[in-house]
């Protein structure tokens, strides 16, 4: 049955295909050049945090880790959209007991400091985001200075 559709196919179709497919994945490691990296670190009290993460002017993915003085660490990957001043996106992690989680994170970017938002969460279509009208940057948990290199 495969082999009767690919005989109809024109050859010439499949070839361009194909030169569409490596041509998107060519610009997608070119698009990964316009990225800056930047390192972050926070503290509460005797916890900390570190956020490496790759900036383009939409969009920023890493890694963030939070530790927790005496009871273990969140670790895993960021991702998200950068909209002004505000970036918003999820963290995919594993507990400090063993499992995954995924939850929404959003940053506030004001004097060169990133302030980690806080509010209700909830689902929308099956992927976790704060409540409209809950985020809150005031008392955040963790306030991220740029670590210098």
């Known amino acids: 049955m ?42 509460n009290n005797k916890d900390t945090a570190t956020l490496a993460i790759k900036i383009s002017d939409k969009r920023f993915y890493g890694r963030y880790e939070r530790s927790y003085y005496r009871n273990g660490k969140d670790s895993g990957d960021v991702r998200g959209d950068i909209k002004g001043d505000t970036l918003r996106g999820d963290f995919h992690y594993i507990t400090s007991g063993g499992g995954w989680k995924r939850i929404p994170i959003a940053l506030l970017k004001k004097e060169n400091k990133l302030f980690l938002g806080s509010g209700v969460i909830g689902t929308y279509m099956n992927l976790p985001c704060f409540l409209p009208g809950t985020l809150n940057y005031k008392d955040s948990e963790f306030v991220f200075e740029e670590v210098k290199k």
């Open 2 to 43: 495969v082999k009767e559709i690919y005989s109809k196919v024109p050859k010439k179709i499949i070839l361009a295909s194909l030169l569409i497919v490596f041509q998107m994945s060519c610009n997608s490691k070119e698009e990964k050049d316009k990225y800056n990296e930047v390192v972050y670190r926070a503290l």
